[in-house]
């Protein structure tokens, strides 16, 4: 059984630039969500989406944006990149919404501004 | 506002001792706590959980423990092993909202 598929793993982008991530969830999950690590700062939660459709979003500026699409892949984007969004980006998946249901991280693309 | 706080940030233990990770919460309508483990490059793995009706899980070397009135769980890992160096992240959830704490990385010196 496949996992949660991050790509690319490694980006390096520079500032002011846009990017997109991509995430395919598990076989069967219609849940995917979206986090970012930076040391120190843990995992900081970007936004959840179940059916297309965004169910949560966590307290990021609006260069933040994502979406799903019918095959519950997710995509995620940021604009106008700054130096400060360099971290490693995690998407998990679930069957359902909430960590009870099966919540499956994907091995994170790590992006670097410059 | 951080609402799942990791205090320690590392935390080092000798081969076959115990490991005592601890996590913290300031929200009480958290219903469900989880413990993941994760090794550089890769994911975040489900290590272990509890939900609020308990105050104690048990899987093999790992035990969760749950104190809803101090809002404080901790896990223990029993013996430690050199392959349970990584990260610890506590998470926890209540209704649609989910929460990480910072981590504690864990150095099992054997």
């Known amino acids: 059984k496949a996992g949660v598929t991050q790509t690319p793993r490694y980006l390096i982008k520079t500032r002011g630039q846009q990017v997109t991530l991509s995430c395919s969830p598990i076989?069967?999950?219609?849940?995917v969500s979206w986090y970012q690590q930076t040391p120190g700062q843990g995992l900081q939660f970007l936004f959840e989406?179940?059916?297309?459709?965004?169910?949560n979003k966590g307290n990021f500026p609006g260069r933040f944006s994502g979406r799903q699409f019918s095959n519950s892949r997710s995509e995620m984007n940021v604009s106008t990149l700054e130096l400060g969004d360099s971290a490693l980006y995690l998407c998990?998946?679930?069957?359902?919404?909430?960590?009870?249901?099966?919540?499956?991280f994907g091995s994170g693309t790590r992006l670097t501004v410059v | 506002d951080q609402q799942v706080k990791q205090n320690s940030p590392s935390l080092s233990v000798q081969e076959g001792r115990i490991s005592i990770l601890n996590c913290d919460y300031t929200?009480?309508?958290?219903?469900?706590f989880l413990w993941y483990k994760k090794y550089p490059a890769e994911g975040p793995t489900f290590l272990i959980s509890?939900?609020?009706?308990?105050d104690k899980n048990e899987d093999g070397r790992f035990t969760v423990f749950l104190n809803k009135s101090a809002k404080h769980l901790s896990l223990h890992i029993v013996p430690s092993q050199p392959g349970d160096s990584a990260v610890y992240f506590c998470?926890?959830?209540?209704?649609?909202?989910?929460?990480f704490g910072t981590g504690t990385s864990l150095t099992v010196i054997p």
């Open positions: 989406y179940f059916s297309e459709t965004q169910r």
């Open positions: 998990a998946s679930s069957l359902g919404t909430g960590l009870s249901d099966g919540y499956t």
């Open positions: 076989s069967g999950h219609r849940s």
């Open positions: 998470a926890a959830s209540g209704g649609n909202q989910f929460y």
């Open positions: 509890i939900s609020s009706i308990k």
């Open positions: 929200n009480s309508m958290f219903d469900y």
